[in-house]
């Protein structure tokens, strides 16, 4: 069992979990997973100069037997927004997991799963906290990622599978109106 309360949640899994020791990512391999992340807010439709300030939350290494680890970061952030007299919420976020490819004997670093979100509360997907384990013994570190809309929640489980970071597993819908409590009957005079 892997209890992750900042998930809520509680993970069940026949393979043993151990406990990885990463080492702690380099400001350069950073650096350049910033840069795809913002090429990615900029491809969404983002400028350049608001991609550039969409902070890093939260970043992991991913091991991976036989390869280099993969980099798994979270960028968000909340801004206002004024339209008309009017003014909104926007939240943008951003999962990726980068791996460095190592081609014709250069190396260079491809986002291999993007998971971006930009709009309003009631119609964007939240993402985290996140959690990097290996949950099938299969060597490779798997992401789990919640996911948060406006009524709901679900998780994912991403892995590296058929040589690729893919969507192997969405967890359970909860509703937040389920864990509301009934509400109390009103006496009768």
Not at 12 to 21: C, E, H, N, V, W
């Amino acid at each position: 069992l892997l209890p992750l309360p900042e998930l809520d949640l509680v993970i069940a899994t026949d393979q043993p979990l151990k406990s990885a020791s990463r080492k702690p990512l380099t400001e350069e391999v950073l650096d350049i997973v910033d840069g795809l992340a913002r090429a990615a807010f900029v491809k969404e439709g983002l400028t350049a100069e608001l991609s550039a300030q969409i902070p890093r939350v939260w970043q992991s290494a991913a091991f991976m037997p036989g390869r280099p680890n993969a980099v798994v970061a979270l960028y968000r952030r909340t801004q206002t927004v004024k339209q008309r007299d009017a003014t909104y919420k926007r939240i943008i976020n951003q999962v990726i997991v980068a791996e460095p490819i190592t081609e014709k004997g250069q190396t260079s670093w491809r986002s291999q799963t993007n998971l971006v979100s930009i709009g309003n509360p009631e119609t964007s997907t939240f993402y985290g906290p996140l959690a990097v384990v290996d949950l099938n013994g299969d060597g490779f570190e798997d992401l789990l990622v919640r996911e948060t809309r406006f009524d709901r929640w679900s998780y994912g489980i991403y892995s590296r599978y058929q040589d690729r970071w893919q969507s192997r597993y969405s967890g359970r819908e909860g509703n937040y109106s389920a864990d509301i409590p009934e509400p109390e009957p009103e006496p009768t005079p």
